[in-house]
Each structure stands twice: as C-alpha cells, then as structure tokens.
Antibody
Framework: EVQLVQSGAEVKKPGESLKISCKGS????????IGWVRQMPGKGLEWMGI????????TYSPSFKGQVTISADKSISTAYLQWSSLKASDSAMYYCARLPEDDDDYWGQGTLVTVSS | IQLTQSPSSLSASVGDRVTITCRAS??????LAWYQQKPGKAPNLLIY???TLQSGVPSRFSGSGSGTDFTLTISRLQPEDFATYYCQQRNTYPLYTFGQGTKLEIK
C-alpha cells in the first residue's frame, strides 16, 4: 500500500528555520516525483515545487523559487521542505503529494506550520 | 497556465444539480482533474482526464470539456457533497497548478 507520512505540526517564531518531512512507503521512492502543496488558512491549493528523488531534479513554481528548498534523501525514502527564515505568512498547512498520473494519486496527511511571535 | 473556476462559491440544496466551470488560460487538451476537499483533510481525486471517474467515486459526479473549458457536474447533491472543489491542470509536467476553488455550501 502506497503511503506518504508527514512529520507533525510545528510552532515556530519568525526568523527561525524549519524542515518538514514526507516519508514514502509501499512503492519505489526513487521512481516517482514528489511535490509540496501549500494551503494557507481558508485559501486554496498552491503547488510549490517538486522533486524527483531518483536524481534530485527539482522544479519550483515561480512564486516559491528562492523562498523554500525542496530536497530528498532516497536512502530513507523521505522528501523535505525547508525554510531558512520563516515569516508569519508561511503559516499554512503543507501537503506532500506524489505527482499524479491518471488515477494514481497519493497525498500525505498534511503538516500544519504556525509562525508566530 | 492559469485556471479560473466559477463560481467561487455556490449555495445549493440536497437533490439539486450543480455545475462548476474551470477555464484554462491556454489549451491543456484533456489534462484536467477535479478534486474534492473537506475541512482538515487532503484533497480527494474525483475525475481525471477531464471526464474519467476515479474508482469508487459516485456516478452522480461527471466531468466534461477539452482545450480551455471544462465543467464538473453533480447531478443530485447529497449531504456529503458539500465541500470545496478544485480543478487541476496536468498539462505542464511536472508542475500541475490548481484553480482557486469553489466552495459548495448548503442553502
């Protein structure tokens, strides 16, 4: 069974760094793209960027380029989303999702990030 | 590619037929999916390739369209259908953008 399990909720202060994770299981982790999706409170879904763990090729949506870093450690089947200096506006729910292909569609459970002084 | 959904919100009653539209800023062939999202949950795939129903999704959901104009129709609303719906284009591999969402509320 394919599963994407994300790390738990985080509460951080502005300016702090953060790295959240998404562990894949039940499939060949290196063979599928994994992306990150932001959902700000009461707002819609935004595709942030995506990584191919097999060779670490990464693509970012223009709005998120330079704001976050996406990486992966294929030895432990885990993808990451990180910030070097959080802002209050980074407060959101973050989902990881395997790049969908036809009816093949898998999402993590979401990680809530709260940034507040 | 920008996706514009309309309406942004919609009030309807159980048993109603509702239609949500999604317009792409450029042609995306039939590479469009529809998702349903309920509060606090990850999105759930309903339809892909514009009109193919995901396994397990009730037949009251249907999709149509190609090129730039697409629709999602729910033929007879059930209480569990009140949620937010998103279209997603799958034409620009590997960045698949979403529409802004349509919130379907009970009248």
């Amino acid at each position: 069974e394919v599963q994407l399990v994300q790390s738990g909720a985080e509460v951080k202060k502005p300016g702090e760094s953060l790295k959240i994770s998404c562990k894949g299981s039940g499939y060949s982790f290196t063979s599928y793209w994994i992306g990150w999706v932001r959902q700000m409170p009461g707002k819609g879904l935004e595709w942030m960027g995506i990584i191919y763990p097999g060779d670490s090729e990464t693509t970012y949506s223009p709005s998120f380029k330079g704001q976050v870093t996406i990486s992966a450690d294929k030895s432990i089947s885990t993808a990451y989303l990180q910030w070097s200096s959080l802002k209050a506006s980074d407060s959101a729910m973050y989902y990881c999702a395997r790049l969908p292909e036809d009816d093949d569609d898998y999402w993590g459970q979401g990680t809530l990030v709260t940034v507040s002084s | 590619i920008q996706l514009t959904q309309s309406p942004s919100s919609l009030s309807a009653s159980v048993g109603d037929r509702v239609t949500i539209t999604c317009r792409a800023s450029q042609g995306i062939r039939s590479y469009l999916a529809w998702y349903q999202q309920k509060p606090g949950k990850a999105p759930n795939l309903l339809i892909y390739d514009a009109s193919t129903l995901q396994s397990g999704v009730p037949s009251r959901f249907s999709g149509s369209g190609s090129g730039t104009d697409f629709t999602l129709t729910i033929s007879r609303l059930q209480p569990e259908d009140f949620a937010t719906y998103y279209c997603q284009q799958r034409n620009t591999y590997p960045l698949y953008t979403f529409g802004q969402g349509t919130k379907l509320e009970i009248k």
